[in-house]
Nanobody, 134 residues
Framework: VQLQASGGGLVQTGGSLRLSCTAS????????IGWFRQAPGKEREGVSC????????YYAKSAKGRFTISRDNVKNTVYLEMSSLKPEDTAVYYC????????????????????????????WGQGTQVTVSS
């Protein structure tokens, strides 16, 4: 099983990027998929997730209104459309897959509960670098 995040790059402030999360050996439609990011010297943080059960989407406050998560089960791909990018969005972005959406929500929404261990998430992809220049 392998997850792969791609689509990162260098963009100016206010620009847009679309990240893709693809998988081999795994049907993404059967999993809850989350996007996380980690900037240098900072903790990994949850950005967004999409539920497998009903396609419900969730966003961290930092992403709401600017990022859109979606999935294409035919292409076995989950996307993160990012617009109005800011320098503070600069980070390595990772996708993750889990059967338990709660494991993602604790890192994305406030007051859901104590953040779960990242090791609880079954699969992590290699990251893709997003750099937003000012």
């Amino acid at each position: 099983v392998q997850l792969q995040a791609s689509g990162g790059g260098l963009v100016q402030t206010g620009g847009s990027l679309r990240l893709s999360c693809t998988a081999s050996g795994l049907m993404l439609g059967e999993y809850n998929i989350g996007w996380f990011r980690q900037a240098p010297g900072k903790e990994r943080e949850g950005v967004s997730c999409i539920a497998s059960s009903d396609g419900a989407t969730y966003y961290a406050k930092s992403a709401k209104g600017r990022f859109t998560i979606s999935r294409d089960n035919v292409k076995n791909t989950v996307y993160l459309e990012m617009s109005s990018l800011k320098p503070e969005d600069t980070a390595v972005y990772y996708c993750a897959a889990t059967k338990i959406v709660y494991y993602l929500l604790t890192h994305i929404l406030p007051d859901v509960g104590k953040k779960t261990n990242y090791d609880d998430v079954e699969y992590w992809g290699q990251g893709t670098q997003v750099t937003v220049s000012s």
